[in-house]
């Protein structure tokens, strides 16, 4: 298996634009989870799914951010518009049986706001 | 509250020299899980060990072991002979049974000089 893929990489982006990260989890995995991290902050949950369900996004900043999972192999985060202060590490992670199984990650989008 | 402490913030150790990393977690749930994760300089979370809260028998998997001691709320995690190799952030994280949620520490860093 690939693990989880994300992408891209890297975004570097102008304050006020609208960006988009892309995950793709293991097939067959359950559940989804983005976490953000931040030197301040450390790893913060954001939202996950479970069956392609929202099933809690309180970690969610603000209503700039958004996320979805249209089917069980693909999952969104946006970000509109864009500040400097959401540059960060996103990460995509993706657990069979709610997560309790422990995660695997994927390798992660540096966010550059400028 | 659920809360994990990672008191060390940043260890350096010589090549060959045995550390521990200590985790601290405070629940007043009595199913739970802990885990540890490796972030190494590539930036990825790997996942290294889940242990349930009714498991407390330590565990050795090569060079790496975990103690895992209910009446201290601790979760430690020791290297032996540590390697260069080694040199990353680990992450103690704390989930909840019945949710999909893992709270992570805030890390500690390891360096491993040759």
């Known amino acids: 298996d690939a693990g989880v893929i994300q992408s891209p990489r890297h975004e570097v982006t102008e304050m006020g634009q609208e960006v988009t990260l892309r995950c793709k989890p293991i097939?067959?995995?359950?559940?989804l989870f983005w976490y953000r991290q931040t030197m301040m902050r450390g790893l913060e949950l954001l939202i996950y799914?479970?069956?392609?369900?929202?099933?809690?996004d309180s970690g969610m900043p603000e209503d700039r951010f958004s996320a979805k999972m249209p089917n069980a192999s693909f999952s969104t985060l946006k970000i509109q518009p864009s500040e400097p202060r959401d540059s960060a590490v996103y990460f995509c992670?993706?657990?069979?049986?709610?997560?309790?199984?422990?995660?695997?990650f994927g390798s992660g989008t540096r966010l550059t706001v400028v | 509250a659920q809360k994990v402490t990672q008191a060390q913030t940043e260890i350096s150790v010589v090549e060959k020299e045995d550390v521990t990393l200590d985790c601290v977690y405070e629940?007043?749930?009595?199913?739970?899980?802990l885990f540890w994760y490796k972030q190494p300089p590539s930036g990825e979370l790997v996942f290294l060990i889940r242990?349930?809260?009714?498991?407390?028998q330590n565990e050795i998997s090569g060079r790496y072991s975990w103690n895992f001691q209910k009446s201290t709320s601790s979760f430690n995690f020791t290297i032996t002979a540590s390697q260069v190799v080694d040199s990353a952030v680990y992450f103690c994280?704390?989930?909840?049974?019945?949710?999909?949620?893992?709270?992570f520490g805030t890390g500690t860093r390891l360096q491993v000089f040759p």
């Open positions: 992670a993706s657990s069979l049986d709610r997560g309790l199984q422990g995660y695997t």
């Open positions: 097939s067959g995995h359950n559940s």
């Open positions: 799914f479970n069956n392609n369900v929202p099933i809690d």
């Open positions: 629940t007043r749930d009595t199913t739970y899980y």
């Open positions: 242990r349930n809260s009714f498991d407390e």
């Open positions: 994280a704390l989930g909840i049974h019945n949710t999909d949620k893992l709270i």
